[in-house]
């Protein structure tokens, strides 16, 4: 059973920083599609970042693209999102994901078959 802990949310000001983890279990998660996406209130969940666990390739919403930075912990299994120059449309609860290969659409919640439970980050103007 994959299980996906996220930690690191929190409140902070326009213009902050936050880095967000992911510790993954219960897979060695080769080949995997891991990812983040975020969900703000009244609005549907969105992609923001995702890694493949064995070549470390990354893809970027173009919202965060030059502001957060994904990265892997590879033989650790944590997954982590800094996030700089924070906006206060950022806000949202972030959410961990893990996709079974074959890695094909990792922009794609389809992809992703493992979620975490979401950690809150806010961020004030």
């Known amino acids: 059973q994959v299980q996906l802990v996220e930690s690191g949310g929190g409140l902070v000001q326009a213009g902050g920083s936050l880095r967000l983890s992911c510790a993954a279990f219960g897979r060695t998660f080769s080949n995997y599609a891991m990812g983040w996406f975020r969900q703000a209130p009244g609005k549907e969940r969105e992609f923001v970042a995702a890694?493949?666990?064995?070549?470390?390739?990354?893809y970027y919403a173009d919202s965060v693209k030059g502001r957060f930075t994904i990265s892997r912990d590879k033989y650790n299994y944590v997954l982590y999102l800094q996030m700089n120059s924070l906006k206060p449309e950022d806000t949202a609860v972030y959410y961990c994901a893990a996709g079974l290969p074959p890695l094909i659409a990792p922009m794609k919640s389809y992809q992703y078959d493992y979620w975490g439970q979401g950690t809150q980050v806010t961020v004030s103007s």
């Open positions: 890694i493949s666990w064995s070549d470390g390739a990354t």
